[in-house]
């Protein structure tokens, strides 16, 4: 993985160079939910000689985080900043160096500070934020951070501005000059306010329904063995597996988590069951009739009201009806049906609702006056309110909704104090969808596309999507469910900061000219993680869990910024015919280098993993009986030959673009046979695991190269491949430890602590490479790191395990 840290040097092409004071000022922001905040903000090198520098230090033992530092020594300027200002506005800060009176003074807010200069301030200087390369001043220590509006005066002159308002590209030149600024892997944050990201593509057992809990930011996938939990702002993941055995998910069912008393809940209203799962026991109250007799309120809406302590159920569809029927549970087990007045609800499904204390607000769908399928069913765009005192639904406009039709995901996030909504619409009779972001008034029939378009395979019977939105780290969270003919379901969230812009974000454009002012450019985000995809992020190991983490996103590794550096030659790893099983999911590139993946359905995906791990990883493949009782235990000896041949022709079909690879079944086994010039990545990390000759630092790269893509199939869940992943993570520990156990410390310290990260990549609380980083950093002379390191070590420990660590530093350095 070649290194992904961010920096900015103002002046690539040389220096800033001045006759006079020179002031340099920008907006900081922190980017909250990271692991660590540690590294230069910015440093400034005056005449090639001096670094005068902004970093912040987070140890734990200090009052003020915020330090200048003057060449080898801290200054006596130190501050801190409220950590609710940090993480959500953006603080200005100004570094100036006064010529005359010789001093440096830091304004932050409306803190000054003063420490006298013991060089010549006159001349020239480089401007580095985060990350630089530059002469014996290098560092790759970068906090989480957002840096916009940068501006540098000469006197009382504005020299050079540069507002970091692109969207794109790598050079940006100021406003006054034109000096050309140099941006190193850029995350340009006004992007992340159009572009909707990937948070989470998985697969569970069952007819999955989804929930969310706001006061945790955090998106429940409920399934039939087991229970995901996404947290948005980071897109770590867990897994609950159920002990009460499965949950017998039938169609129509829906999740809901109530806040008010901190508990999941899915719902039948067909069975008039609600169950409600118990964390602690990981099991759920009641189960279900399984599989009922089909549903008569299919995408239903739904709400809690504090007012009488319920949730209310309204409309859905069934048996070719429409619903406008208002189911009322009391959390006492009882069902009442509400007879409400006022203006007439069209029975109706996929319609939006949106709650508030007093009611909630329901938008759209689709329905007909009476209720019946076949007589003159349409869209509605009427937007009503329900109130839970009166039971009155009130209609406060009908929407005009211009020459596509359209329908609504399941929920609104209203905003009761600007009178605003926002909603996700999609066409109905279209299969390959769009979700689309909109925003409308409460008052008024307006509606306004936000953001870009979100994928979405729309079969209202198979098919789920809903919109959540997280209060403190202030994004959007969008959820698409599609259940297939093996009785999984794909399960997708998306993630997008709000406020959000039309996809159109051209800066001149009228239409922007309230976002640019309220949202000042936004600007540059450093230190960010960035991967093969922006949003996946990673997840903490569970004790509970055998499969190895996805990406753990450990304390004691700061994001992507130290973890995996290694001068492993990455740039050659091939992408011609290949096949990669690490970096969180599977994926295939054919002969030309394009990633064919996406030609496989779940179906055949599982199938192609399930043949090509058994051939490589216990060499003679897997029988036709295996396969039918995986697959196609419910199917006929015939149907299931049937099945699997037409399957199996797909995949060869698909493999074809990659060369010579196909499964075939000449040795009376499913195999999958290919080339030797077809990369598999899977293939090569066992012949560096699994020989158990003397290993050398060239054979740890070799590894390293291949793990640091990511865990082994950590986003793919399938109950058989359990075994793969857990034997995957001990192998790749064994196997560096197997190696550090040989070398000495002082052989190589910088590569003992990559050696280190690359464990913490599978176990984040392993305590041999805490040993091994922090006696490495120690070596080296870098003892803050290696104190942060141990402590870090023992948060996560104590996290993880709910109990302390047993050691102090000074025992592990011994």
Same mark, same amino acid.
Request: charged fraction near 25%.
């Given at each position: 993985?070649?290194?992904?840290?961010?920096?900015?040097?103002?002046?690539?092409?040389?220096?800033?160079?001045?006759? /006079? /004071?020179?002031?340099?000022?920008?907006?900081?922001?922190?980017?909250?939910?990271?692991?660590?905040?540690?590294?230069?903000?910015?440093?400034?090198?005056?005449?090639?000689? &001096? #670094?005068?520098?902004?970093?912040?230090?987070?140890?734990?033992?200090?009052?003020?985080?915020?330090?200048?530092?003057?060449?080898?020594?801290?200054?006596?300027?130190?501050?801190?900043?409220?950590?609710?200002?940090?993480?959500?506005?953006?603080?200005?800060?100004?570094?100036?160096?006064?010529?005359?009176?010789?001093?440096?003074?830091?304004?932050?807010?409306?803190?000054?500070?003063?420490?006298?200069?013991?060089? !010549?301030?006159?001349?020239?200087?480089?401007?580095?934020?985060?990350?630089?390369?530059?002469?014996?001043?290098?560092? %790759?220590?970068?906090?989480?951070?957002?840096?916009?509006?940068?501006?540098?005066?000469?006197?009382?002159?504005?020299?050079?501005?540069?507002?970091?308002?692109?969207?794109?590209?790598?050079?940006?030149? /100021?406003?006054?000059?034109?000096?050309?600024?140099?941006?190193?892997?850029?995350?340009?944050?006004?992007?992340?306010?159009?572009?909707?990201?990937?948070?989470?593509?998985?697969?569970?057992?069952?007819?999955?329904?989804?929930?969310?809990?706001?006061?945790?930011?955090?998106?429940?996938?409920?399934?039939?063995?087991?229970?995901?939990?996404?947290?948005?702002?980071?897109?770590?993941?867990?897994?609950?597996?159920?002990?009460?055995?499965?949950?017998?998910?039938?169609?129509?069912?829906?999740?809901?988590?109530?806040?008010?008393?901190?508990?999941?809940?899915?719902?039948?209203?067909?069975?008039?069951?609600?169950?409600?799962?118990?964390?602690?026991?990981?099991?759920?109250?009641?189960?279900?009739?399984?599989?009922? +007799?089909?549903?008569?309120?299919?995408?239903?809406?739904?709400?809690?009201?504090?007012?009488?302590?319920?949730?209310?159920?309204?409309?859905?569809?069934?048996?070719?009806?429409?619903?406008?029927?208002?189911?009322?549970?009391?959390?006492?087990?009882?069902?009442? #049906?509400?007879?409400?007045?006022?203006?007439?609800?069209?029975?109706?499904?996929?319609?939006?609702?949106?709650?508030?204390?007093?009611?909630?607000?329901?938008?759209?769908?689709?329905?007909?006056?009476?209720?019946?399928?076949?007589?003159?069913?349409?869209?509605?765009?009427?937007?009503?309110?329900?109130?839970?005192?009166?039971?009155?639904?009130?209609?406060?406009?009908?929407?005009?909704?211009?020459?596509?039709?359209?329908?609504?995901?399941?929920?609104?996030?209203?905003?009761?104090?600007?009178?605003?909504?926002?909603?996700?619409?999609?066409?109905?009779?279209?299969?390959?969808?769009?979700?689309?972001?909109?925003?409308?008034?409460?008052?008024?029939?307006?509606?306004?596309?936000?953001?870009?378009?979100?994928?979405?395979?729309?079969?209202?019977?198979?098919?789920?999507?809903?919109?959540?939105?997280? *209060?403190?780290?202030?994004?959007?969270?969008?959820?698409?469910?599609?259940?297939?003919?093996?009785?999984?379901?794909?399960?997708?969230?998306?993630?997008?900061?709000?406020?959000?812009? *039309?996809?159109?974000?051209?800066?001149?454009?009228?239409?922007?000219?309230?976002?640019?002012?309220?949202?000042?450019?936004?600007?540059? =985000?450093?230190?960010?993680?960035?991967?093969?995809?922006?949003?996946?992020?990673?997840?903490?190991?569970?004790?509970?869990?055998?499969?190895? *983490?996805?990406?753990?996103?450990?304390?004691?590794?700061?994001? $992507?910024?130290?973890?995996?550096?290694?001068?492993?030659?990455?740039?050659?790893?091939?992408?011609?015919?290949?096949?990669?099983?690490?970096?969180? !999911?599977?994926?295939?590139?054919?002969?030309? =280098? %394009?990633?064919?993946?996406?030609?496989?359905? *779940?179906?055949?995906?599982?199938?192609?993993?399930?043949?090509?791990?058994?051939?490589?990883?216990?060499?003679?493949? @897997?029988?036709?009986?295996?396969?039918?009782?995986?697959?196609?235990?419910?199917?006929?000896?015939?149907?299931?030959?049937?099945?699997?041949?037409?399957?199996?022709?797909?995949?060869?079909?698909?493999?074809?673009?990659?060369?010579?690879?196909?499964?075939?079944?000449? %040795?009376?086994?499913?195999?999958?046979?290919?080339?030797?010039?077809?990369?598999? /990545?899977?293939?090569?990390?066992?012949? @560096?695991?699994?020989?158990?000759?003397?290993?050398?630092?060239?054979?740890?790269?070799?590894?390293?190269?291949?793990?640091?893509?990511?865990?082994?199939?950590?986003?793919?869940?399938?109950?058989?491949?359990?075994?793969?992943?857990?034997?995957?993570?001990?192998?790749?520990?064994? &196997?560096?430890?197997?190696?550090?156990?040989?070398?000495?410390?002082?052989?190589?310290?910088?590569?003992?602590?990559?050696?280190?990260?690359?464990?913490?990549?599978?176990?984040? +609380?392993?305590?041999?490479?805490?040993?091994? $980083?922090?006696?490495?950093?120690?070596?080296?002379?870098?003892?803050?790191?290696? &104190?942060? &390191?141990?402590?870090?070590?023992?948060?996560?420990?104590?996290?993880?395990?709910?109990?302390?660590?047993?050691?102090?530093? $000074?025992?592990?350095?011994?």
């Amino acid at each position: 993985m070649s290194d992904q840290r961010t920096g900015l040097d103002l002046s690539s092409d040389g220096q800033i160079c001045f006759d /006079d /004071d020179i002031e340099l000022s920008f907006d900081l922001s922190f980017v909250p939910n990271r692991s660590d905040y540690f590294g230069y903000v910015v440093r400034i090198i005056v005449n090639d000689q &001096t #670094n005068i520098d902004l970093l912040y230090d987070r140890l734990d033992n200090v009052e003020k985080h915020f330090k200048i530092v003057m060449g080898e020594k801290f200054s006596n300027i130190a501050f801190n900043i409220d950590s609710n200002t940090l993480f959500n506005e953006w603080v200005p800060i100004t570094i100036k160096l006064d010529a005359q009176s010789k001093q440096v003074i830091v304004t932050c807010g409306d803190k000054v500070f003063h420490e006298q200069l013991t060089i !010549d301030p006159r001349g020239c200087v480089k401007v580095l934020f985060g990350y630089n390369n530059y002469k014996e001043f290098k560092t %790759t220590d970068v906090p989480a951070m957002k840096i916009r509006d940068i501006q540098v005066r000469q006197g009382d002159r504005l020299a050079h501005h540069w507002p970091l308002d692109e969207e794109e590209g790598t050079e940006i030149d /100021d406003a006054v000059k034109g000096m050309t600024a140099m941006v190193r892997n850029p995350q340009w944050i006004r992007r992340s306010h159009y572009e909707w990201g990937l948070l989470q593509d998985i697969t569970v057992g069952g007819r999955a329904s989804a929930a969310f809990d706001p006061q945790t930011e955090s998106v429940f996938i409920v399934g039939r063995d087991s229970l995901l939990r996404i947290h948005v702002p980071t897109g770590q993941r867990h897994v609950f597996k159920y002990a009460s055995g499965p949950l017998l998910l039938v169609n129509g069912n829906q999740s809901f988590f109530d806040t008010a008393h901190n508990q999941l809940l899915n719902i039948c209203i067909d069975q008039r069951i609600v169950s409600v799962f118990d964390f602690a026991s990981l099991s759920w109250s009641e189960n279900f009739n399984y599989p009922g +007799v089909g549903t008569s309120y299919l995408h239903f809406n739904k709400f809690y009201s504090p007012a009488d302590s319920s949730l209310y159920f309204i409309g859905g569809y069934g048996h070719f009806l429409f619903k406008n029927e208002i189911h009322r549970y009391s959390l006492n087990g009882t069902w009442h #049906n509400i007879e409400a007045t006022g203006d007439p609800l069209i029975p109706r499904y996929l319609a939006a609702l949106g709650a508030t204390p007093n009611g909630a607000y329901i938008i759209g769908g689709y329905g007909s006056v009476s209720g019946q399928q076949m007589l003159n069913p349409r869209n509605l765009y009427d937007l009503q309110f329900f109130d839970v005192k009166s039971r009155t639904f009130s209609k406060k406009y009908e929407l005009e909704p211009g020459e596509d039709d359209f329908v609504w995901a399941n929920s609104l996030v209203i905003d009761e104090a600007t009178n605003q909504y926002y909603g996700l619409i999609f066409p109905k009779h279209q299969y390959n969808a769009n979700l689309q972001l909109v925003a409308g008034s409460l008052t008024q029939p307006e509606l306004k596309k936000l953001g870009g378009a979100i994928p979405y395979l729309f079969h209202d019977i198979r098919s789920f999507s809903d919109l959540y939105y997280c *209060p403190d780290s202030k994004r959007f969270a969008a959820v698409t469910l599609y259940y297939d003919d093996i009785d999984v379901t794909t399960a997708k969230i998306y993630s997008l900061y709000s406020p959000p812009l *039309p996809y159109n974000t051209a800066k001149n454009s009228p239409q922007n000219e309230w976002l640019t002012r309220n949202m000042a450019y936004l600007g540059l =985000g450093l230190g960010v993680v960035v991967l093969v995809g922006l949003y996946v992020l990673r997840r903490k190991k569970d004790p509970k869990d055998t499969a190895p *983490p996805i990406d753990s996103q450990s304390p004691i590794v700061r994001p $992507k910024e130290e973890q995996m550096r290694s001068s492993a030659p990455i740039e050659k790893q091939q992408y011609k015919s290949s096949i990669f099983l690490f970096g969180g !999911d599977l994926q295939l590139f054919d002969t030309g =280098g %394009t990633d064919i993946t996406r030609s496989f359905t *779940p179906l055949i995906k599982e199938l192609f993993l399930v043949v090509l791990l058994h051939t490589i990883r216990w060499g003679r493949g @897997i029988s036709s009986e295996k396969l039918t009782e995986q697959f196609w235990f419910d199917k006929s000896t015939e149907s299931a030959r049937n099945n699997r041949s037409v399957n199996i022709a797909k995949i060869n079909t698909i493999l074809e673009r990659m060369g010579r690879a196909k499964i075939s079944k000449e %040795t009376g086994y499913w195999r999958f046979d290919a080339d030797d010039d077809i990369y598999i /990545d899977y293939k090569n990390y066992l012949a @560096i695991v699994t020989n158990k000759d003397a290993l050398d630092k060239e054979r740890i790269k070799e590894l390293s190269v291949i793990v640091q893509r990511g865990g082994f199939l950590s986003e793919t869940d399938y109950e058989w491949l359990d075994s793969f992943k857990a034997e995957a993570s001990i192998q790749v520990i064994n &196997t560096y430890m197997r190696f550090a156990e040989s070398v000495q410390i002082a052989e190589d310290p910088e590569f003992m602590v990559e050696l280190a990260n690359y464990i913490f990549y599978f176990d984040p +609380v392993h305590e041999e490479a805490m040993t091994i $980083k922090c006696k490495a950093l120690a070596y080296m002379g870098n003892h803050s790191l290696a &104190t942060q &390191t141990f402590e870090n070590f023992c948060n996560e420990y104590r996290q993880i395990y709910g109990e302390e660590f047993g050691k102090d530093y $000074k025992k592990v350095l011994s």
